[in-house]
Structure formats: structure tokens, C-alpha cells
């Protein structure tokens, strides 16, 4: 049976598209339309309404045809036969109109939609572009600048908005879309109003304007830096401008296709679904019973503490917030209200919207008042006898089939599980700073945690907005562990060569949100140099790997909130610059070793962090920490700041072949020594064998 229906109701030719759950642009779908249009040219209609059934219009394209070869017909062609229809073609939107839903709407000669949907143009977050016309139409309808802001920040808008962009005709109350639509077409109809194709109106364009595409080149340069997709709009967009319809549709394509076939829309394409993916635990059915959380407490009201309670606050859950003192409690809660009006200054809530989420949260210094609550996360110091007190007493207080976190960095989960009687009722949800913004939430599972915890978890994640991982207990678990092989690379490099603005600079220009040390400044020096002092000097590892942060601190440099760390920062603007005193410091340091310090080039300081973090993953991977490895890539593309253009660590490294990764850390180990550079024994496997990540993870599933 066909997603797509036709129907003559009077003079009017209906066409409904009923693909759910989101009436995804499927081969059966476009071609549906196209042969439904075909049928409305010869009958008696006179207008033809396209609508979509169930909870949405359509939401984009058919990701089950990602990758695979095109069908015919593509969406190029059926957009053009609605276009050219000889008969107006109104679309009515509910629900989400988003990429080649709106490319359809666009080549729609009318376009009506409920007040409370939403149209956008997401394709730059897969790096691509809009390929069926979208940034051709949209800048006849809308302006300039709407147009740019819209396809180069991928971010839906709302029907209102749209309206008074110009790409909505008329807008009705959800509820009577049916109705109203069927009346509009209906109204159109009766005045013989004709088709109105798109591509005949002139582009939105003044003289004003030929600034903006220089301007907005620049923003998405640093913006999304290093991606092409971004570029290449605003190409678009401008030849709009200056080329016919025709020709711009052609440097459109052109430019869709070679985003299509590129390593970054792969990389993009990979981070999408590995996302989804993620959320999957392989021994934990779907229809696993979840537990009902309607209260929270959480231990520790400091600036992680906060930030974690007010991801329940935004999603409308009660939090109890217990402090040791009254005094910590109150600037605890401080914190969260000044947050708030932060944000309501600056316009990404309303005033309403702060006093709601800071009234959901309340204060305690009592254990005792949380007896009733749902789930407790604590949020107190990486100690774990301070973490036994806190477990003790929540197992005393706490309810039967209520869920204990821990929100530990680094210690074991399975070890504080057994503080309490219920360690099936135990894991960890480790947020990242700050955690009311970071999406990463890695769900460490213990030994002893229970499925319908784990499904608990996720559900949660997800209600709360986060992007949830399973991780196995191991020190740092997926993250963290990692990191510290990155970190200790850095290190490595800063004592060896390389300084300060050199390492930041070139892991930046490669894509990180930041570079290592300036998020170490950011962090702040202290917390690393006191997580160390916890260690053996077994653990802690070559000292040259840590000396310098260690003498930083001991100096009193501690990173931003000191005014100086690997750099030094105005106290008013908080503007970085370099630091003469740092050289020095390294200088002094790596004579103290022995270290003759030498050149080191931007590409082997990139080549040398990126391996250990990869040779690193390929160790987690073969141990199980990680379920897959797609799901290490969404660890540190969404908690570590790894570029999505790139994949992750795990998907660059297929991208540039295992066997040359192989070859480099083996080439390291001749040259560094094997303490830290010994291949993974999965990675050696794979290359000696040929296999791929996808061959391997395929043999673990059979």
C-alpha cells in the first residue's frame, strides 16, 4: 500500500502523505507525490492540497537511504513537478517541516501552517547543504539575511516567525489546521488564484545587503571552523543573486553532491547515527520496566552539584539540594538563581520560566529529609571515604528501589556500590562541567546495577536532555581515561618542544572547541594536581608528564580564577596571553630531566595527542568498557570538544586506515619508549588480520 493517498474532494485535489512516524521523503513517498501531481493535471480539479496524517508533516529525508545509491525519482524532480504544476499546489504544516520537508513546501506555490509548528533547514549539522532547491527558493521568498540565518544554523524556526519572514502565507490554530487548510484552498480556488511558482519571484536582495555574504563567511569561518558545508551556502546563497534560477539550482547540486561524498558529511553522517546508537544496550530489552523518578536530591551544592539539579528543574522534576552547612546551602542555591538571570538577561528564558525551575529547587542540611525522594546524586568531593559516608547514610535513609549515583570522575563505582545494602540499586551518572550545558551523560554501569536501573537511566537522560553513554567501571571510565592519555601526550610535547599557544593552536586549527591547556586553565590547575595527589607514584606515571602543572600550582598558578596559569589573564576581560614565566618554568624543568627540548611540528603534535587518545580507545574497547566504538566517538565529540566533522577518535581512525595508525604508534614506541606507546593488542589484531572496527564488532555480536 502506498504512504501517499489522492483523493478529489469537490474541486479539490487532496493528497495526504501518511508515512509514520515522521513522514520521511522515502522512495515511495516521492514517488507517491509525483504521481499524485501527474493525476491532478488531467481531472477536475482546480487547486491541490498536500498535507501530511499523524503527528507531523514531513520531517526530512528517509535516513534509511543515507549512503545507499539514489532512487529514482530524487527529490530534485518531484519538487520540480510540484513547481510546475499547472494548478496551485498549497501545502498545509503541522508538527516539523524540516529539510526536504520545507524544500517541499518551498516549491509549494501556497503555504499555510498551525501557529504551533516549526520549519528549518538542518542540513549543515550533516555537512551538507539543501540540495532540492532550498537555498535557491528560500531567498526568494524570505530575506537575505533570514535566508543565511536559517540554512547556516541549521536550527528550526518557528511557523510565527517564518510567517513574518515571508515563508508561511496564512497561519490557523493547531487543532483546526484540517478545517482551515481545506477552507484556504478552498478560498483560493473560488478567486482562480494561479500557481505561483517560486523560482519566478525575484531573490529578496538590496544593495544593503552585499556586505552580509563577506560577514557571514567570516562568523562560520570561526563559528564551525574547518567544515566546508558553511562555505559553500553562502556560495549558494549568493549566486542566487547574480544567476538565473536555473543555474543557481546547478551550483547548488553541484555543491550538494560534493558535500554528499565528502569525509566530513561522512564524519557528521557517523556522529548522527552513532548518537541514536548509543542509547542501545545490547542486554537490556526495550520493553524493560523503568522506574518512576518524580524527585531528586542532590549531594553537594557546589558548582557541579548546581548544575546537575538544574537539568531537573528545566525538565519540571523537584530537587532537594542537601548541603553540610547552611552557609553552603544558601550560596549553592544563590549560584542557581544568579544563573537564572543570566539567562533571562540574556533572553533564553522568560522571567517566568526562572522563578518556575528555581522554585522546583529546595534546600536541606538533613539526610533525613530525603527519605522519600526518587533517585540521590551525589556531588561531593573525589574522595572515597567521603563518598563511604555519604553512601552509608543514604542507605539508611534512603527508600526502598530508590536509585544512588554517583557522580565520580574517576572512582570505583563497583567499590562504593558495596557501601550500601541495595548495590543493585547503584551506578554512576557522571556529568560534565558545566553540567546544566554539557549534553554528555556517561552512565556507569557496576557489576551488580540492575537492568531496570540502567533502562532508568537512559529514559532519564533522555527526559533531561542528555546524550547518554554506558560505561563499565574502570579509573575514568570512557572519558576520563582517555583524557588522560591526551593530557599525558600534551605533556609530553609542552617538555619535549612545543609551547603553550603552540599546542593549543594546532589541536584548535584541527577542530577542538578549545585547546588542552587552555581548558586546563579553564578547569583550573588545582583540581588535576589534587586528583594526582590520590594516586601511587605507579600510577601517576612518568613524572615528566605531570611536573610542569604540578610546579604551575605549586607557584600558585591555578588557571583563570588565579589570573594565571599556562597563561596569564586581565582580570576584567579575561583575555589570555602568553607568558614569558612558563617557558621558563618548562625550560627549567626539562633540564632537570635531561630533556634536550627540540622543534616539534604543529602535525606531530597533532599526530602524537590524537594516537594516544585512539590507541587508548582501541584498549577500552577490547576490555568492554565501551560497548562500541561509535559510542566512544559520542563521548568525546559531546563531553571532550573532539570536532564532529572529524567523527571522533574512533571514526578518524578508520577514516585514515588502521594500518598507518598501527605503523605510527609502533613507530613511537622505537622512539618514546613503550611505557605509554604499545599498540593495543585490538588494534594489531585488525591490522594483521585486515579487518575493520565494523568486521570485529560484527564477530562480537554473533
Known amino acids: 500500500m502506498s504512504p501517499v493517498t489522492y483523493e478529489l474532494k469537490d474541486d479539490i485535489g487532496v493528497i495526504a502523505i501518511d508515512n509514520p512516524p515522521v513522514n520521511a521523503l522515502s522512495q515511495a513517498v516521492r514517488k507517491g507525490i509525483q504521481d499524485a501531481i501527474a493525476t491532478a493535471q488531467v481531472d477536475g480539479s482546480k487547486v491541490i492540497l498536500l498535507q501530511c496524517l499523524g503527528r507531523t508533516f514531513i520531517a526530512g529525508a528517509d535516513i534509511s537511504e543515507f549512503g545507499k545509491p539514489p532512487l529514482d525519482p530524487s527529490l530534485p524532480e518531484v519538487l520540480n513537478s510540484i513547481e510546475q504544476s499547472a494548478k496551485p499546489v498549497i501545502c498545509a504544516i503541522h508538527g516539523q517541516a524540516l529539510g526536504g520537508g520545507l524544500e517541499t513546501a518551498l516549491a509549494s506555490h501556497y503555504r499555510c501552517a498551525a501557529r504551533t509548528a516549526k520549519v528549518g533547514l538542518p542540513e549543515v549539522n550533516l555537512g551538507l547543504l539543501p540540495g532540492a532547491g532550498g537555498t535557491q527558493r528560500t531567498p526568494r521568498l524570505a530575506s537575505m539575511q533570514a535566508s543565511l540565518d536559517l540554512i547556516l544554523s541549521g536550527k528550526p524556526i518557528s511557523a510565527e516567525q517564518a510567517h513574518d519572514e515571508g515563508l508561511i502565507d496564512a497561519l490557523f490554530a493547531e487543532d483546526e489546521l ?17 500557481a505561483r511558482p517560486t523560482r519566478e519571484l525575484t531573490v529578496k536582495f538590496y544593495e544593503a545587503d552585499t556586505e552580509l555574504f563577506d560577514i557571514y563567511r567570516k562568523t562560520y569561518a570561526k563559528k564551525l571552523k574547518g567544515q566546508t558545508a558553511p562555505q559553500l551556502i553562502v556560495d549558494c546563497l549568493e549566486a542566487a543573486t547574480t544567476k538565473s534560477f536555473a543555474e543557481g539550482l546547478k551550483i547548488e547540486r553541484n555543491a550538494f553532491v560534493a558535500c554528499r561524498a565528502s569525509e566530513q558529511s561522512a564524519a557528521l553522517r557517523h556522529i548522527f547515527f552513532a548518537e541514536r546508537q548509543a542509547a542501545k544496550i545490547a542486554d537490556i530489552p526495550k520493553d524493560t520496566p523503568t522506574r518512576d523518578i518524580n524527585s531528586v536530591a542532590i549531594i553537594g551544592a557546589g558548582l557541579m552539584g548546581g548544575g546537575i539539579a538544574m537539568n531537573f528543574a528545566n525538565a519540571g522534576i523537584p530537587v532537594t539540594m542537601l548541603e553540610i552547612s547552611q552557609e553552603a546551602l544558601d550560596k549553592g542555591l544563590g549560584n542557581i538563581a544568579s544563573i537564572y538571570q543570566g539567562m533571562v538577561k540574556k533572553g533564553r528564558i522568560s522571567a517566568e520560566d526562572a522563578h518556575r525551575r528555581t522554585s522546583l529547587i529546595t534546600g536541606t542540611t538533613r539526610f533525613d529529609d530525603l527519605g522519600s525522594v526518587d533517585l540521590v546524586i551525589e556531588a561531593v568531593f573525589e574522595s572515597i571515604e567521603v563518598k563511604k559516608d555519604v553512601f552509608t547514610k543514604l542507605d539508611q535513609v534512603c527508600k526502598p528501589g530508590a536509585i544512588l549515583a554517583t557522580n565520580t570522575s574517576y572512582l570505583d563505582v563497583d567499590e562504593i ?15 560534565f562541567s558545566p553540567a546544566h550545558i554539557m549534553q554528555l551523560l556517561e552512565i556507569v554501569r557496576a557489576q551488580q546495577t540492575s537492568k531496570d536501573v540502567m533502562a532508568t537511566a537512559i529514559e532519564l537522560a533522555r527526559k533531561i536532555k542528555k546524550v547518554p553513554v554506558q560505561a563499565r567501571v574502570c579509573y575514568g571510565f570512557i572519558g576520563n581515561r ?40 579553564l578547569a583550573g590547575l588545582d583540581i588535576s594536581y589534587k586528583a594526582r595527589q590520590a594516586l601511587s607514584d605507579a600510577q601517576k606515571g612518568d613524572p615528566k608528564s605531570y611536573r610542569i602543572p604540578d610546579v604551575l600550582y605549586e607557584m600558585g598558578r591555578v588557571g583563570q580564577k588565579s589570573g594565571s596559569g599556562y597563561y596569564v589573564y586581565d582580570p576584567e576581560t579575561r583575555q589570555r596571553s602568553s607568558d614569558p614565566t612558563v ?35 582501541f584498549k577500552i574497547l577490547e576490555e568492554g568498557i565501551a560497548q562500541r566504538a561509535s559510542d566512544i566517538d559520542v563521548v568525546y565529540c559531546f563531553g571532550y570538544g573532539f570536532p564532529k566533522f572529524r567523527g571522533g577518535p574512533m571514526f578518524f581512525a578508520q577514516t585514515r586506515g588502521l594500518d598507518a595508525i598501527y605503523a605510527d604508534i609502533c613507530r613511537y614506541r622505537e622512539t618514546h619508549g613503550d611505557m605509554y606507546w604499545t599498540p593495543s593488542d585490538l588494534l594489531k589484531s585488525l591490522v594483521e588480520q585486515g579487518q575493520t572496527l565494523a568486521d570485529w564488532e560484527k564477530g562480537q555480536a554473533q
Not at 634536550?596 to 599526530?607: F, G, K, T, V
Open 583 to 617: 617557558i621558563e618554568v618548562i625550560e627549567q624543568e626539562a633540564s632537570k630531566f635531561g630533556v634536550s627540548r627540540q622543534p616539534i611540528s604543529d602535525a606531530e603534535i597533532l599526530n602524537r595527542i590524537t594516537l594516544a587518545l585512539i590507541n587508548e580507545g
Open 482 to 521: 582517555m583524557l588522560r592519555q591526551y593530557q599525558r601526550e600534551v605533556q609530553m610535547c609542552l617538555i619535549e618542544g612545543a609551547s603553550p599557544e603552540q599546542i593549543d593552536t594546532a589541536m584548535m586549527s584541527w577542530g577542538m572547541a578549545m585547546g588542552p591547556l587552555m581548558v586546563a586553565d
Open 417 to 431: 556500590a558495596q557501601f550500601t545494602s541495595r548495590p543493585g540499586d547503584v551506578l554512576g551518572l557522571h556529568f
Open 178 to 194: 484540517a478545517d482551515q487548510s481545506f477552507a484556504y484552498a478552498r478560498k483560493l480556488a473560488d478567486e482562480g488564484a494561479p
